[in-house]
């Protein structure tokens, strides 16, 4: 897959690892910097998100349709982004991350990601409804997604390992053969929950936060 201004997107796998974990750090301590505790992005920050892809990256999750997909942005051969999509057991498939390098952000390589992850989608689960959880004082992501046609369908408060609780807001895009009603996917979920976000063995962390 291939877009505009040099950027390939290609499947991901245990190989990426390492480049994945650095540019996930590197995206959190640039673009979250005053949004999430300071103890988030701290100094043991790079060696979690090591840890988390190494697991994330070697787990069998048996059948193609339990199995999360990683896809990789590269320009001139380097990792540029990627998005995480993992199957929920509920049919949805959640963007688990999605991540621009600092300093090659609004260029475009989000919105390649997030249309190859929707392509995906389309192929292989195209009965299931995409959506995405973003902190609500992110809002250059929200703007993004908003523009890629992604509808608010919850407010909730995301509780992180820690004990930390952020506010989000649930974005959605509909599954490639429903039909929307009243102009929302007829899975939204009610306003005003909470979530919590489970440490790495659970399969989700408080990396479960993505950003353009």
């Known amino acids: 897959m291939t877009g505009p201004e040099r950027t390939t997107i290609r499947y991901g796998g245990a190989q990426d690892a390492a480049d994945v974990a650095d540019l996930h750090a590197e995206s959190w301590r640039t673009s979250y910097r005053g949004m999430v505790p300071d103890e988030a992005i701290g100094d043991g920050l790079a060696a979690q998100r090591r840890e988390l892809w190494e697991l994330r990256l070697a787990v069998d999750y048996g059948p193609p349709e339990n199995t ?21 057991a509920d049919g949805r498939v959640l963007v688990d991350n999605l991540h621009v390098r600092p300093g090659l952000t609004g260029g475009g390589i989000g919105r390649h990601l997030l249309a ?25 992501a ?12 919850a407010a909730q408060e995301g509780v992180f390992p820690g004990g930390w609780v952020l506010p989000e807001y649930v974005y959605a895009w509909p599954a490639a053969n429903a039909r929307p009603e009243n102009g929302r996917s007829a899975s939204a979920r009610p306003e005003n929950g909470r979530t919590e976000h489970a440490r790495p063995e659970g399969g989700r962390s408080v990396s479960g936060q993505s950003m353009s």
């Open 68 to 88: 999360p997909v990683l896809l990789v942005a590269e320009r001139a051969g380097e990792p540029a982004g990627f998005v995480y999509l993992v199957p929920q």
């Open 142 to 153: 929200i703007a993004f997604y908003e523009r890629e046609g992604g509808v608010r369908i």
């Open 116 to 140: 190859a992850a929707r392509a995906e989608l389309a192929e292989r689960f195209p009965a299931a409804e995409l959506y995405l959880e973003v902190l609500r004082a992110n809002t250059r």
